[in-house]
């Protein structure tokens, strides 16, 4: 990736399920775990630094940040 050819980290900021806080009975549910996951993983597969799952508004459900360690481990914050 450009971004690490430089130096720098590849992120993705502003992920989730939906915008605006989530949806409740979407954001709030056990599949959403597990896309979670998923998406997770395959933002490891493809190289990325590290994301932020965003929340916001009145219905805040899932936040985690991840990102990989000096040593290129996985390690949620």
Not at 46 to 70: D, E, P, T, Y
Request: net charge negative.
């Amino acid at each position: 990736m450009f971004a690490q050819s430089k130096g720098k980290p590849f992120l993705m900021f502003e992920t989730n399920t939906a915008s605006c806080g989530g949806f409740l009975g979407i954001s709030d549910s056990f599949t959403a775990v597990l896309w979670g996951l998923d998406y997770a993983l395959q933002m490891a597969h493809s190289n990325f630094s590290g994301a932020i799952f965003h929340l916001g508004g009145r219905m805040c459900f899932i936040m985690c940040v991840w990102s990989a360690g000096f040593c290129g481990e996985w390690a949620w914050l």
